[in-house]
C-alpha cells in the first residue's frame, strides 16, 4: 500500500526540493501492517514493511486500512481527502514529536497524496 513511495515520480521528485533539508523517519500504520519511511535531504530513501520489533522513528500516522483506502482514491470523499480532515474526524492518529510532520505539513500531505492513481484521459 505505501511501498510506492520510493518509486521515482514527477511529482515527488518535484516535493524534494520543498523539504531539501528534511532528514526523518516515520512510521504510517493500517493498524494490521505497519510501513517505516526513511526521508533524506526530502527524498523518500526506503520503505519497509514491518512487523518490526522496535523500530526507530520520530512520529507515527495510525489509521485503520478501510480508511487509508479511502484517503487513497483517485478523489477522495470529503474528511478522506486529507490528513488532518482524517485527524479531525479521528480516525487518524498522530504521535510522537511531531515538530518534523508540521514544519513540513505541506510536504506530507503532497507525498501521501502522491500514492493516489493518476488521472485518466477518458475522465470529464
Known amino acids: 500500500m505505501f511501498k510506492s513511495l520510493i518509486e521515482k515520480n514527477e511529482k515527488r521528485s518535484q516535493l524534494s526540493i520543498m523539504a531539501q533539508y528534511l532528514n526523518t523517519s516515520f512510521m504510517i500504520s493500517t493498524i494490521e501492517n505497519e510501513?517505516?519511511?526513511?526521508?533524506?535531504?526530502?527524498?523518500?530513501?526506503?520503505?519497509?514493511?514491518?512487523?518490526?520489533?522496535?523500530?526507530s522513528y520520530v512520529f507515527k500516522l495510525t489509521a485503520p486500512k478501510n480508511e487509508w483506502i479511502k484517503f487513497l482514491q483517485h478523489i477522495p470523499e470529503p474528511g478522506s481527502h486529507d490528513i488532518i480532515a482524517m485527524l479531525r474526524r479521528k480516525v487518524l492518529k498522530f504521535e510522537g514529536d511531531l515538530h518534523p510532520l508540521m514544519s513540513h505539513l505541506l510536504y506530507f500531505?503532497?507525498?501521501?497524496a502522491s500514492l493516489r492513481p493518476a488521472e485518466s484521459k477518458n475522465e470529464n
Open 109 to 112: 500531505k503532497l507525498l501521501l
Open 35 to 55: 510501513y517505516l519511511v526513511n526521508i533524506e535531504k526530502g527524498v523518500v530513501k526506503n520503505v519497509e514493511e514491518g512487523p518490526f520489533v522496535m523500530p
